[in-house]
Nanobody, 126 residues
Framework: VQLQASGGGLVKPGESLRLSCTASGLSLKFYRVAWFRQAPGKEREAVSCIGSSDGGTYYADFVQGRFTVSRENSKDTVYLQMNSLTPEDTGTYYC????????????????????WGQGTLVTVSS
């Protein structure tokens, strides 16, 4: 199983990005998927999660109202729409998937996820 996160880049404060997570060897629509990020010199932290079959979602307090996680099952892709970006959002963003199918509830603990993508770098700077 391989996950691929993409869509990162360099943007200015206040701008938006949409990250995508796809997988090979796993159909994401059946698994809960989470986004984590790690800023330079900091620990990895949970950003958002979506349960399987468009189950529950989770957002970290620091992204509430700015980020939206969603699925497009026809493309077997999970998105993280990030609006109103700030320099504090800079970091490498990872998507991760559970190996247990059909879990509709979210988890913000990285140990709950078995498959990880390589990360995509988001840089917010003026």
């Amino acid at each position: 199983v391989q996950l691929q996160a993409s869509g990162g880049g360099l943007v200015k404060p206040g701008e938006s990005l949409r990250l995508s997570c796809t997988a090979s060897g796993l159909s994401l629509k059946f698994y809960r998927v989470a986004w984590f990020r790690q800023a330079p010199g900091k620990e990895r932290e949970a950003v958002s999660c979506i349960g399987s079959s468009d189950g529950g979602t989770y957002y970290a307090d620091f992204v509430q109202g700015r980020f939206t996680v969603s699925r497009e099952n026809s493309k077997d892709t999970v998105y993280l729409q990030m609006n109103s970006l700030t320099p504090e959002d800079t970091g490498t963003y990872y998507c991760a998937a559970d190996s247990i199918p059909l879990l509709r509830t979210c988890a913000d603990n990285s140990t709950q996820y078995d498959y990880w993508g390589q990360g995509t770098l988001v840089t917010v700077s003026s």
